[in-house]
């Protein structure tokens, strides 16, 4: 790896000077030649010249090209540091390039394995119905991403490019922050765990796809109401959920009584061999309209914790939306507003 990112480099930044060394070096070469009488090797020392410099462009072609970026496998998780370690070690040996990922950053990078595993040290704000909790979480999270996002974003990753591999082990309003905190601002893959597997869920090597109409066909999803020609107003509950046993129920909210109340609905539980993607594009191309439709949105989610982080990228730069946690109490409570997010953008 170090010695292909070397040639890459001098081939691109020597570009010009190796054409114009090779090219006269071999013509004063082969003009000396000549003058000695040797016509023939003159011709000779010519040719190879120029196929030498024919091979040096095609191979500043070829390395321009072959642009592979650089995986960065990332765990987001609640657990403690042991549990979570052994997570990311089952993590990077589900995937051959994965595997490869951690010797490949030791090589070129100060970043180590523990860097790429986020978990909390302090509060685990599940269960709790004070947003500061969920926010400080949220923050120390955020925190240590951007600590290696901005070694990242320096050579040789930023000549190459990098694309994140995250399996986001988080309760769902966390996971939604994440996801809303980075915004479309960086490439990334969301892997979800089930039945002892990883799976790749969701593909976001291009972020914007997440806005965009799906590819290929699935089922749309339910939604309750049928007619979403709304009008708007001052507060909406969305509840969004993918999930064969749990359903919809606008009363588990605390202030349903004083919203209009939505539901989009996938009564199943998706297949992880499948690609997910095209299900969390139909919530969006139906939900984003609507939220932009009501001054005050609050999310309600059922849905595996991979689907909540691209859902979160989606509706990031809406300030006055709400993710709202399932409380002991047998009730949906706001617990994070991503106004917090919109104070200061993170990855900018």
């Given at each position: 790896?170090?010695?292909?990112?070397?040639?890459?480099?001098?081939?691109?930044?020597?570009?010009?000077?190796?054409?114009?060394?090779?090219?006269?070096?071999?013509?004063?070469?082969?003009?000396?030649?000549?003058?000695?009488?040797?016509?023939?090797?003159?011709?000779?020392?010519?040719?190879?010249?120029?196929?030498?410099?024919?091979?040096?462009?095609?191979?500043?072609?070829?390395?321009?090209?072959?642009?592979?970026?650089?995986?960065?496998?990332?765990?987001?998780?609640?657990?403690?540091?042991?549990?979570?370690?052994?997570?990311?070690?089952?993590?990077?040996?589900?995937?051959?390039?994965?595997?490869?990922?951690?010797?490949?950053?030791?090589?070129?990078?100060?970043?180590?394995?523990?860097?790429?595993?986020?978990?909390?040290?302090?509060?685990?704000?599940?269960?709790?119905?004070?947003?500061?909790?969920?926010?400080?979480?949220?923050?120390?999270?955020?925190?240590?991403?951007?600590?290696?996002?901005?070694?990242?974003?320096?050579?040789?990753?930023?000549?190459?490019?990098?694309?994140?591999?995250?399996?986001?082990?988080?309760?769902?309003?966390?996971?939604?922050?994440?996801?809303?905190?980075?915004?479309?601002r960086r490439p990334l893959v969301l892997y979800h765990y089930q039945n002892q597997e990883f799976y790749k869920a969701i593909d976001l090597k291009d972020p914007h796809e997440v806005g965009h109409k799906p590819k290929s066909a699935v089922t749309a999803p339910k939604t309750i109401p049928e007619d979403l020609n709304l009008d708007g107003g001052k507060k909406l509950i969305l509840h969004i959920v993918i999930s064969a046993l749990r359903v919809e129920?606008?009363?588990?909210?605390?202030?349903?009584?004083?919203?209009?109340?939505?539901?989009?609905?996938?009564?199943?539980?998706?297949?992880?061999?499948?690609?997910?993607?095209?299900?969390?594009?139909?919530?969006?191309?139906?939900?984003?309209?609507?939220?932009?439709?009501?001054?005050?949105?609050?999310?309600?989610?059922?849905?595996?914790?991979?689907?909540?982080?691209?859902?979160?990228?989606?509706?990031?730069?809406?300030?006055?939306?709400?993710?709202?946690?399932?409380?002991?109490?047998?009730?949906?409570?706001?617990?994070?507003?991503?106004?917090?997010?919109?104070?200061?953008?993170?990855?900018?």
């Amino acid at each position: 790896m170090k010695i292909r990112l070397w040639l890459k480099n001098f081939i691109r930044d020597k570009e010009v000077l190796l054409s114009v060394g090779i090219f006269g070096g071999c013509s004063m070469f082969a003009d000396l030649l000549s003058d000695r009488g040797n016509n023939d090797c003159a011709a000779t020392v010519r040719s190879a010249g120029l196929l030498i410099l024919i091979l040096v462009i095609i191979s500043d072609l070829v390395l321009k090209r072959s642009n592979n970026p650089f995986l960065i496998p990332v765990v987001f998780t609640e657990k403690d540091k042991f549990t979570s370690r052994n997570i990311f070690d089952k993590f990077v040996q589900s995937n051959k390039k994965l595997k490869d990922a951690p010797k490949v950053l030791d090589e070129v990078s100060k970043l180590k394995l523990d860097d790429l595993i986020f978990n909390l040290d302090n509060y685990n704000p599940r269960g709790s119905a004070q947003s500061k909790y969920w926010i400080s979480s949220w923050r120390e999270l955020l925190r240590e991403w951007e600590i290696i996002d901005r070694e990242l974003m320096g050579k040789p990753f930023s000549d190459e490019g990098f694309c994140y591999h995250i399996y986001p082990n988080l309760t769902l309003p966390l996971a939604f922050a994440l996801g809303a905190s980075v915004n479309l601002r960086r490439p990334l893959v969301l892997y979800h765990y089930q039945n002892q597997e990883f799976y790749k869920a969701i593909d976001l090597k291009d972020p914007h796809e997440v806005g965009h109409k799906p590819k290929s066909a699935v089922t749309a999803p339910k939604t309750i109401p049928e007619d979403l020609n709304l009008d708007g107003g001052k507060k909406l509950i969305l509840h969004i959920v993918i999930s064969a046993l749990r359903v919809e129920n606008f009363q588990l909210h605390e202030d349903y009584l004083n919203a209009t109340n939505v539901a989009i609905v996938y009564n199943t539980n998706l297949d992880p061999k499948e690609d997910w993607l095209p299900y969390v594009q139909e919530i969006v191309q139906i939900a984003k309209p609507l939220i932009h439709r009501y001054e005050d949105v609050d999310v309600c989610l059922i849905c595996p914790s991979a689907v909540a982080f691209a859902l979160g990228m989606a509706f990031s730069r809406r300030g006055s939306l709400k993710v709202c946690d399932w409380y002991r109490k047998a009730k949906y409570i706001p617990v994070f507003p991503l106004s917090e997010i919109e104070s200061h953008l993170p990855f900018s």
